[in-house]
Nanobody, 118 residues
């Protein structure tokens, strides 16, 4: 049974930082690619950063230079370090996982709210 659990999230003022985590169970490792998505009210879910097949990270232009994705295979945990947060970063954040050979993400966390006030 694959499960992704995201504790944390929270509220912060613009310019502040938060770190999200996503604990994975049922699988983890180099054959699985993980990513973070977010969805703001009234908007479609969007890709934030994610790991590709070769282990390299790809970032959405809106977060480049501010967000950093990382994973700890020993702890089966994915992280998202978010710095220089802006009000437009306010959204529900989801971690997701898939087999690296597939296009679509199959497994999703329950989401965690991030609110950035100006």
């Amino acid at each position: 049974q694959v499960q992704l659990v995201e504790p944390g999230g929270g509220s912060v003022q613009a310019g502040g930082s938060l770190r999200l985590s996503c604990a994975a169970s049922g699988f983890f490792g180099s054959r699985n690619c993980m990513a973070w998505f977010r969805q703001a009210p009234g908007k479609e879910r969007e890709f934030v950063p994610g790991f590709g097949t070769n282990g390299s990270a790809t970032y959405a232009d809106s977060v480049k230079g501010r967000f950093t994705i990382s994973q700890d295979n020993a702890k089966n945990t994915l992280y998202l370090q978010m710095n220089s947060l802006k009000p437009e970063d306010t959204a529900m954040y989801y971690c997701a996982a898939k087999s690296c050979v597939l296009d679509q993400y199959k497994y999703w966390g329950q989401g965690t709210q991030v609110t950035v006030s100006s």
